[in-house]
Nanobody, 123 residues
């Protein structure tokens, strides 16, 4: 029943890099958009980056030029390459996938969330 599995979080120094991975059990045909959200203590969850089925990208202003979202269609996996990390990037990062599950003549929207992975950037 687990639809999204995240990996790649950890502890890194300021200026370092990490790559987060998120593998989906959904078919790539069913997924319309995949993205990464993050939530720091005392703050609301915010969108970090998103990638649509048509390859349109969207980034939070705070990560533009530093983070890159990408997808491997064969593995049905989305990645978040994070470079030049800053302490303010410290948060739990959640993978998200939205789409429509079509089975025969029926269809149902889905909104999947990963378990979250901790990213900590030290000074």
């Amino acid at each position: 029943q687990v639809q999204l599995v995240e990996s790649g979080g950890g502890l890194v120094q300021t200026g370092g890099s990490l790559r987060l991975s998120c593998a989906s059990s959904r078919t790539r045909f069913s997924i319309n958009v995949m993205g990464w959200y993050r939530q720091a203590p005392g703050k609301q969850r915010e969108l970090v980056a998103a990638l649509t089925r048509s390859s349109t990208t969207n980034y939070a202003d705070s990560v533009k030029g530093r983070f890159t979202i990408s997808r491997d269609n064969v593995k049905n996996t989305v990645y978040l390459q994070m470079n030049s990390l800053k302490p303010e990037d410290t948060a739990v990062y959640y993978c998200n996938a939205r789409g429509i599950d079509v089975r025969g003549t029926s269809a149902r929207d889905f909104d999947d969330w990963g378990q979250g992975t901790q990213v900590t950037v030290s000074s």
